[in-house]
């Protein structure tokens, strides 16, 4: 066994201070809130700890049938010491949102709920205070997911068996979306340069455009963390007026954005026609790690389109993830904006350490999202993953490929969970993607984990 697979997930977490399984257990700290709860009208102030921003303690998530961790540690046992996969964060919730789930919760009836215009103006306020965009609250559709909102425009606007165009590489749910409307992807891969940088190819955008009913835009792009200028948001915007294409704008890593960067909505581009021709697709579930709490929306200036799309989607939405979502859109700013100052330091940690430490592991900081996207292409000529995934497909396993044998080397030797590149469309093999919205112990562990495996190599 490699010395990194020694490694104990459990004495780990309990040497870094972890709050174990706090979600599960209910402990002190869950119960101090309950204690202090009443009936959800009228909402009584809560004293919080100040320490209640402690983005570095290690929040044990194991057992609470989480994808980041469970879902780890069954694909790959319990050797998993870092999940550092699936887009959702390892912090504890910001305090307003526990304590507004644990006061409605303190009202014990769960019938239907009625939802009040506070919800879409929460939604409508969030846009304009911190984009500056001017979003009617009568436009704000909810759903239980961007998923859902996009599989129901796709269902509006393109029939099974059309292309819809993506840049890619780009979130590989967008694939599952395409397979569940029985619509085919017209992958446009983006242009990368020497140093990691990506660009979109227009004259490959424009020829797919021709053919296609809808473009998903994915911004900031998840998984190579471009953050699109108003330059090439317009010009994507242009070429698909013209050729009748309906922009879908996937903004729901938008609040993730590094030092030095911005982020520019769809919905804030000059150009009437241009933001006449699309949808916007967000929520709060990226930004405040609510995505079991299944709310999402989107919103349009073109009511026809927001009508057509509102007819293909139905919304069961639940009380918690409402209250959830509110709190956090209403109050939940300082901890976010802390939290991007932590999450920035994640970044440049990595980005140092994979230079220092990582042979044959390149990355470039990416300007949004809390996502690293690694070249890994010579490390996988250097085990030969390319030799090992063609001689696994020849003996029968025809899904295996090299991202994903450098993913199980990885995973194995030291402990740590990467999700493989080519989950991301066209480009994205050669390439791992890491997840770093955790505790500083579990980025710094993780990498320490995979420099010594590398060094082993
Ligand atoms: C770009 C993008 N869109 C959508 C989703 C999923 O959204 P939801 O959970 O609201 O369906 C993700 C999750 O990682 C994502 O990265």
Request: hydrophobic share 40%.
């Amino acid at each position: 066994m490699p010395k990194t697979q020694r490694f104990s997930r459990r004495n780990f977490l309990r040497r870094a201070g972890s709050t174990a399984l706090v979600g599960v257990a209910g402990t002190a700290g869950a119960s101090r809130l309950v204690a202090h709860t009443a009936a959800p009208h009228p909402r009584p102030l809560l004293a919080l700890p100040s320490d209640d921003y402690d983005f570095n303690e290690v929040y044990d998530r194991v057992g609470t049938d989480s994808v980041r961790w469970d879902r780890a540690i069954d694909q790959f046992g319990d050797n998993i010491v870092a999940g550092m996969g699936v887009a959702d964060m390892d912090f504890r919730a910001a305090p307003c949102i526990t304590q507004a789930l644990a006061e409605r919760c303190a009202h014990e009836n769960w019938g239907y709920m009625h939802r009040p215009a506070a919800y879409a103006e929460a939604v409508a306020e969030w846009e304009h205070r911190r984009y500056g965009v001017e979003v009617d609250p009568s436009t704000v559709v909810f759903t239980t997911g961007v998923h859902p909102g996009l599989i129901g425009a796709l269902h509006t606007f393109s029939p099974p068996g059309t292309s819809v165009v993506l840049n890619t590489p780009t979130y590989s749910g967008f694939y599952t979306d395409l397979r569940f409307t029985r619509t085919v992807t017209s992958d446009n891969p983006m242009i990368v340069d020497a140093g990691g940088r990506y660009s979109i190819d227009f004259d490959d955008f424009e020829r797919r455009a021709r053919r296609c009913n809808t473009f998903i835009l994915c911004n900031p792009q998840n998984p190579t963390g471009n953050c699109w200028s108003a330059e090439d948001l317009t010009r994507m915007g242009e070429i698909c007026l013209k050729h009748r294409v309906v922009v879908l704008a996937d903004e729901i890593h938008r609040d993730f954005v590094t030092k030095g960067s911005t982020f520019t909505p769809f919905a804030s581009l000059p150009d009437r026609d241009i933001v006449d021709n699309s949808l916007t697709f967000s929520s709060a579930s990226k930004s405040f790690s609510l995505a079991a709490m299944k709310v999402a929306w989107f919103h349009s200036t073109n009511r026809d389109l927001l009508e057509r799309v509102k007819s293909n989607t139905r919304a069961d939405l639940s009380t918690l993830g409402m209250v959830a979502t509110r709190a956090a859109l209403t109050e939940g700013a300082p901890w976010l904006d802390d939290l991007l100052a932590y999450l920035d330091a994640n970044h440049d940690y990595a980005q140092a350490f994979i230079r220092d430490n990582l042979p044959g592991i390149r990355h470039r900081k990416g300007q949004g999202t809390y996502l690293a996207w690694l070249n890994v292409r010579d490390f996988a000529d250097r085990i030969g993953a390319r030799e090992t995934a063609a001689r696994e497909v020849a003996e029968g396993d025809a899904d295996m490929n090299a991202e994903k044998v450098v993913q199980r080397w990885f995973a194995e030797r030291s402990g740590v969970f990467l999700n493989p590149g080519s989950n991301y469309g066209t480009g994205g093999d050669g390439y791992m993607r890491m997840n770093l919205a955790s505790p500083r112990a579990i980025v710094e562990r993780a990498l320490d984990n995979m420099a010594a495996a590398v060094s082993e190599a």
